[in-house]
């Protein structure tokens, strides 16, 4: 949940002056629409709807000039609180009023479907009912107060309990759950009072079509699972979410992160890795980080201790958090390697040889996966610093600098002819657009159905980041990518190069900056067939 110091939060996109104009939209009309519908009316009654009409057409004009109002929703709006009070007192003005009043439930209903949408249509006609109710002299208004501040409170609790948050804490620690809790309970504070309670019920209304302007809270942490939240409208991920150190990452910009009473930490890019990172220590329990010392991202990160704060690892939660997971994280991709890596990289060895190369550089590091990856590599071929090739198996980082460094090298001479080759789980933008040109074993398509999903999927959820493999394999949630292990060369490119007759890459044509894609401004194509 985003805490600002001060104003109203809205929802991301809205302009506050949107929900303000609306707002008082939505009170004049359902005043017009509740004189409309009284059976009958008090002197000056006429007058004052006359008055409100006006000033309904007036925030009308304002919603069609400055906010871009639907045009036939506008005039129709206005229409019907034009005729009201021309037609107040006679049979007629029952049926524009509750036209009218069919009128405010569609506008306050948009994105409703089900349940909500029974109880948006109860809460708004229940409310103009009640205005109604009260402009009419005589009437029992006691008994039928009852009733109606029943069902809206009823509707209110439904909201309420659809919501989520009814049964933990944010009910009463954000804008929202404090919101539901006013719609549900002004209702039967008004109960059986006339002025007061009609003005207590006016508000309840106000108050239920501006719960839609609020924000959704932050889901409640989870120790040790990673926290995918929003600070201001910019995406924020902190991961392993364990006491100690931790990485909060944005999608990109200068963000500062603050700890309790802490010093601020400027979030900085990391090699091999999109965004920007910072490293934080956080304690055990609850607590929150201030972003840019404007809003407060929430964390529980519990007792007990987690994997280490590692970009790739981050980079696989927020895959498994894109999907909809929120799975505790156990270990990080480089605490292994995996079957699939070990079978790519092993094709990827006899590829080599078939090719002719005798030897091979290696980049590796001493983490569990670096390490069984150098082994099976140099088991079927020598290794040397002139190698033929150069093959890349370390993390993110190491790797990144390895191939800037190659890539200078072999812009002077061809260091290693048979080229640069990289692990299945380095084709992260950055790395691949260190180099001009470099070649990786993978076992799915990029430019495929289900990654390009993944990467459409990831980057609305956080910023338009890049994909990449740890988080794709997150975001599968043990589905296959496939099992057939090809060569892509990885190029700086504008075109994306078919062979004779080969069908288009889907959803792939030839033009750069394309969502969906892994590699931007690059082409990723297999130059190799199937390895067996």
Request: charged share 15%; with cysteine.
């Amino acid at each position: 949940m985003d805490h600002p110091h001060g104003g109203f939060d809205t929802a991301e996109g809205v302009s506050v002056w949107v929900v303000v104009v609306r707002l008082a939209l939505l009170l004049v009309s359902a005043l017009i629409a509740g004189s409309g519908l009284a059976v009958t009316v008090p002197k000056g009654v006429r007058a004052a709807n006359f008055a409100l009409a006006a000033v309904a057409a007036g925030l009308i004009t304002v919603s069609l000039v400055a906010f871009d109002a639907h045009v036939l929703g506008a005039v129709a709006h206005g229409v019907l609180v034009a005729l009201v009070p021309v037609l107040l007192g006679k049979p007629a003005v029952r049926w524009v009023a509750a036209a009218l009043t069919l009128l405010l439930v569609i506008e306050t209903s948009v994105g409703d479907s089900g349940l909500l949408l029974v109880a948006n249509t109860v809460y708004v006609a229940g409310a103009v009912a009640w205005v109604a109710l009260a402009l009419t002299p005589g009437a029992r208004f006691r008994q039928h107060a009852l009733s109606l501040g029943v069902v809206l409170a009823l509707a209110g609790l439904v909201r309420l309990v659809s919501s989520g948050l009814a049964f933990d804490r944010r009910i009463y620690e954000t804008v929202l759950g404090l919101g539901l809790v006013v719609v549900v309970l002004l209702p039967l504070a008004a109960l059986g009072i006339r002025r007061c309670g009609t003005l207590a019920v006016v508000a309840s209304l106000l108050a239920w079509s501006g719960l839609a302007a609020i924000p959704s809270p932050q889901e409640l942490p989870i120790p040790g699972v990673p926290v995918l939240a929003s600070a201001g409208g910019v995406p924020v991920l902190i991961s392993p979410h364990r006491p100690g150190p931790n990485l909060v990452h944005f999608p990109s910009g200068n963000h500062r992160v603050k700890v309790g009473d802490g010093p601020e930490i400027a979030a900085v890019p990391s090699a091999g890795a999109d965004g920007t990172w910072a490293l934080v220590d956080l304690p055990a329990g609850r607590g929150e980080i201030r972003v840019n010392d404007d809003f407060g991202v929430s964390f529980d990160t519990g007792t007990a201790p987690g994997p280490a704060a590692d970009v790739e690892c981050a980079s696989a939660a927020l895959g498994g958090l894109a999907s909809g997971r929120r799975d505790v994280l156990t270990s990080c991709p480089a605490d292994e390697l995996s079957t699939e890596d070990a079978d790519s990289l092993t094709k990827l060895v006899t590829f080599l040889k078939n090719k002719g190369v005798t030897s091979v550089k290696l980049v590796e590091d001493g983490t569990p996966r670096g390490v069984r990856a150098a082994a099976l590599v140099r088991s079927s071929l020598p290794v040397s610093d002139s190698g033929d090739a150069l093959v890349v198996l370390s993390g993110w980082s190491d790797g990144y600098r390895a191939l800037s460094r190659a890539g200078v090298e072999q812009a002077e001479s061809p260091v290693h002819p048979h080229g640069l080759y990289v692990a299945p789980w380095l084709l992260t933008a950055p790395i691949a657009t260190s180099v001009t040109t470099l070649a990786v074993p993978l076992r799915f398509d990029p430019r495929e159905q289900l990654p390009i999903g993944y990467a459409i999927e990831v980057g609305n959820e956080f910023g338009g980041t890049n994909p990449t493999p740890a988080g794709f394999r997150s975001w599968l949630g043990g589905r296959s990518a496939g099992d057939q292990v090809q060569i892509y060369a990885v190029a700086q490119v504008t075109a994306m190069p078919m062979g004779p007759g080969e069908a288009h890459g889907p959803g792939m044509p030839m033009q750069e900056e394309l969502a969906g894609q892994w590699v931007p401004k690059a082409t990723v194509v297999p130059v190799s067939p199937v390895l067996s």
